[in-house]
């Protein structure tokens, strides 16, 4: 059983489009993220929540619309897809949002790819 | 804001030790962390020190100070399925509290 899981893997898309990213996780954590990872690999946080709550939005411009429904789903929303935003996003989950390592469980990775 | 720096590549051969440094500057701190990526795939969790001293997993071995604000990750008896991407992370505190903020990275190279 995949304990992170995000769909599509693979995103092509042209510039302007609307485009959603899934996320699901069974590992009964609070806590779940987006990270975006750049071309030079560079791993930026964008979005938290913890049970359902906005906790951390690390100033993304607001065509990124995270949404969680319940805690174990957090997904992402594109609109106006600009071809900066090519990139692999990671869905990742934790036990709880403060003190303690923290450990991060990563999703496979969503390559979005914007023309 | 938070800023951490680790040189972007490191090679070595099979069987021996590599050191990969982090030094950081972050207006709160809980934690220095690692991740270890390979190509196309996921960052896992390698280690976490939220104290001074050294951490010892298998042969990975992680070390913090926090008076330098420095720390860094051992790898020994390298094999070739170490060759991947090395990422140390700093926990933010006060304001920045649970936020992980990544370094750019330290792509290691395994030669036979």
């Known amino acids: 059983d995949t304990a992170v899981s995000q769909t599509p893997k693979y995103l092509v898309t042209q510039m302007g489009n609307d485009k959603s990213i899934k996320c699901e996780q069974n590992?009964?954590?609070?806590?779940m993220y987006w990270y975006k990872q750049d071309s030079k690999k560079f791993l930026k946080i964008m979005f938290s929540?913890?049970?359902?709550?906005?906790?951390i939005n690390e100033t993304v411009p607001n065509r990124f619309s995270p949404k969680s429904p319940d805690k174990a789903h957090l997904n992402l929303h594109i609109n106006s897809l600009e071809l900066g935003d090519s990139a692999v996003y990671f869905c990742a989950s934790s036990q709880e949002p403060g003190d303690g390592a923290g450990e991060l469980f990563f999703g496979e990775g969503s390559r979005l790819t914007v023309l | 804001g938070q800023s951490l720096e680790q040189p972007s590549e490191v090679t070595a051969v099979e069987g021996a030790i590599v050191q990969i440094n982090c030094t950081y500057q972050t207006s709160g701190f809980y934690g220095l962390s690692w991740y270890q990526q390979h190509d196309g795939g996921a960052p896992t969790f390698l280690s976490y020190?939220?104290?001074?001293g050294l951490e010892e997993t298998g042969r990975f071995s992680s070390f913090l100070s926090r008076s330098d604000s420095y720390g860094y990750l051992l790898l020994q008896e390298l094999q070739m399925k170490d060759s991947a991407s090395y990422f140390c992370a700093v926990r933010g505190g006060g304001s920045t509290l649970g936020r992980l903020y990544f370094g750019r990275g330290t792509q290691l190279t395994v030669w036979p």
């Open positions: 020190n939220a104290l001074d």
């Open positions: 929540y913890n049970n359902k709550e906005l906790i």
């Open positions: 590992l009964g954590h609070d806590t």
